[in-house]
Every structure is written in C-alpha cells, then in structure tokens.
C-alpha cells in the first residue's frame, strides 16, 4: 500500500510562481483597502475637528488636537514609528 502522507517540503520554484500570480490581486485590495481607509480617516478627521468646536475648544488647540489625531492614523508612520 501507498503512504498518501503529504511532503512538507515545498517547491521554492512552484511558490514563486503561485505567489506571482495572485500578486495582482493581492495589490489591488491592498490598494483599495488602503485608499478606503484613508478615506475614512479624513472624514474621521473632519467630524472630529467638527466635535473639538462644537465643545468650545478654541481654533487653534482644535486644529493641535486635530493633527495628532491625524497623525494616529497614519499607516505608515504607525509602522516605522516616525514622526514628521
């Protein structure tokens, strides 16, 4: 009788390729999840800035408060922990 066990090597040829072809797709929502949350973020950031006001915190700390709000949300900076 056969032993049907699977090989746990992998073929590094066979993964490149499988890799490759699904790597426009893996772009592309990537892409459209990343372009949705920046566009979250913004309005995120606008309805926060609206609430600053709305509670009698004046222009310029708003605008402050605002911006390290803005700065949470950044993606990239969040993952190289750099700040501007």
């Known amino acids: 009788m056969k032993n049907n066990q699977k ?4 073929d590094p040829v066979q993964l490149v390729a499988r890799i490759m072809a699904n790597l426009p797709i893996i772009l592309l929502k990537s892409g459209t999840a990343w372009l949705s949350f920046k566009r979250q973020a913004k309005k995120g950031n606008k309805i926060f800035h609206k609430e600053l006001l709305s509670q009698g915190i004046d ?17 990239i900076k969040s993952i190289f922990n750099r700040s501007s």
């Open 7 to 10: 090989n746990d090597t992998y």
């Open 59 to 75: 222009e310029e700390t708003a605008k402050l408060f605002t911006q390290q709000y803005i700065d949470g949300s950044n993606i």
